[in-house]
Every structure is written in structure tokens, then in C-alpha cells.
């Protein structure tokens, strides 16, 4: 079936260093994509969320890409610090508002001081 | 404050048993939704509701049963049908007008 990826289980960076997390998705009638962080043992944070008639957002330190072409997203960290070590998830939507969210299986950012 | 609450965090069965866990809010949101996740997987949904007194199963709603009262509420019951129940459960709302959907802490379920 088709669903939400992301490249790379870990990544590993040093305190102060820019972060990238990927993510693919396949469904080309997805029209929203969400990212969240979840810290061990609690529930998903909402961080930015982006709509597919738009190709970035910007939020504080945290930026979303959309790249619809190769069905591919993005969420850049700047100035990492050690609090932003979580799991991060892509989710997208392909229905309409009040149905799931399809997740993907997370990327597990580590900040190293 | 608003927001949801899931009760309890950490709950403990014994194989054979049903357990009901507890998700409210008070964001007044429409939609409520119960998902799964497993050690280093992302979430899957079991079951969601968009109002009250309807819902709809998710991906694998099997062993798995819901109920929709209440707005404010959408309790989970993991029956003894459910073969592999051990999981980390977490409920989320949102308004029907938007895809952005808001978590609760969770409950972490172990069944032996």
C-alpha cells in the first residue's frame, strides 16, 4: 500500500549544527503533510505543518520543503540543540480534514553537546 | 488548561483480559482517534470518530472495540482477541475543518 518513509532511521549531529530530516511519500493526492517530534514516552508534538499548493514554510528555527515533483519532504532544524533530540515523524493526509493521519516510521535525531 | 488526557500512563493485564483505556478532551474538537505504536515504528491508526455515536475502524481495528458517548470522549477497549496487545496506545482529536490533530500523552499497555 502506499505510505509515508523516511530516509534514514538515525541521524546523529553536534550541538549547533543545521539538521535535515527526509521524508518520501508516494501518494501524489496528498494535499497536507505534518511533522512531529515525540520525546521518549510521550506523546507527538506538533511542529510545522504544510500544505501541498505551497513548496516551503518557515517557522521558528524550523523550516518544511515540499518537493511535489519527486514526492519529497523535508524538515530542516537550524541551530540544533540537545533538547531537540526526539523522534521525528512525517505524516500526510489524503482525505479530507478529520480523517488519519499516515505516518511514517520516524527518524531518531541524537545532539550531541 | 485544555487539551487530552489518557489514563492511565502505564497499565498492566494478564493475558485473556479485556481493558478499556480512558482518552478526554476538552478542546471541544469534533474527531478522536486511537492509533498504535510499536518499538520503532510510527503510528497506526485503529479506530476514529468524527462524531458522536459513529466511528470507523482503521488499518487494524481487529481485536479492538470503541465508543463514542460522549464529544469529549473515545474509550478504547483492547479485548483478549487481540493477539499481540502489548503496545504503546495514543489517542488524538482535531476539528473536523482541519488535518492537524493533537496527541495525548499515551498509554503504555503490557499484557503477560
Known amino acids: 500500500g502506499e505510505s509515508v518513509g523516511l530516509h534514514l532511521p538515525t541521524l546523529s549531529v553536534q550541538e549547533g549544527d543545521n539538521s535535515i530530516i527526509n521524508c518520501a511519500y508516494s501518494?501524489?493526492?496528498?494535499?497536507?503533510f505534518i511533522w512531529y517530534k515525540q520525546e521518549s514516552g510521550k506523546g507527538p508534538q506538533f511542529i510545522i505543518d504544510?500544505?501541498?499548493?505551497?513548496d516551503k514554510r518557515q517557522g521558528q528555527r524550523v523550516t518544511v520543503l515540499l518537493n511535489k515533483t519527486v514526492k519529497h519532504l523535508s524538515l530542516q532544524i537550524a541551530a540544533t540543540q540537545p533538547g531537540d533530540s526526539a523522534v521525528y515523524f512525517c505524516?500526510?493526509?489524503?482525505?479530507?480534514?478529520?480523517?488519519?493521519?499516515?505516518f511514517g516510521k520516524g527518524t531518531t535525531l541524537s545532539v550531541s553537546s | 488548561d485544555g487539551g487530552i488526557t489518557q489514563s492511565p500512563k502505564y497499565l498492566f493485564r494478564k493475558e485473556g483480559q479485556n481493558v478499556t483505556l480512558s482518552c478526554e478532551q476538552n478542546?471541544?474538537?469534533?474527531?478522536m482517534y486511537w492509533y498504535r505504536q510499536d518499538p520503532g515504528q510510527g503510528l497506526r491508526l485503529i479506530y476514529y470518530?468524527?462524531?458522536?455515536?459513529?466511528?470507523q475502524k482503521g488499518d487494524i481495528a481487529e481485536g479492538y472495540s470503541v465508543s463514542r458517548e460522549k464529544k469529549e470522549s473515545f474509550p478504547l477497549t483492547v479485548t483478549s482477541a487481540q493477539k499481540n496487545p502489548t503496545a504503546f496506545y495514543l489517542c488524538?482529536?482535531?476539528?473536523?475543518?482541519?488535518?492537524?490533530?493533537?496527541f495525548g500523552p499515551g498509554t503504555r499497555l503490557t499484557v503477560t
Open positions: 488524538a482529536s482535531s476539528f473536523l475543518t482541519s488535518s492537524e490533530q493533537y
Open positions: 501518494n501524489s493526492a496528498s494535499d497536507y
Open positions: 504544510i500544505r501541498s499548493n505551497m
Open positions: 505524516a500526510e493526509n489524503i482525505g479530507q480534514a478529520g480523517t488519519a493521519l499516515i
Open positions: 478542546l471541544n474538537h469534533d474527531a
Open positions: 470518530s468524527q462524531i458522536v455515536n459513529d466511528f
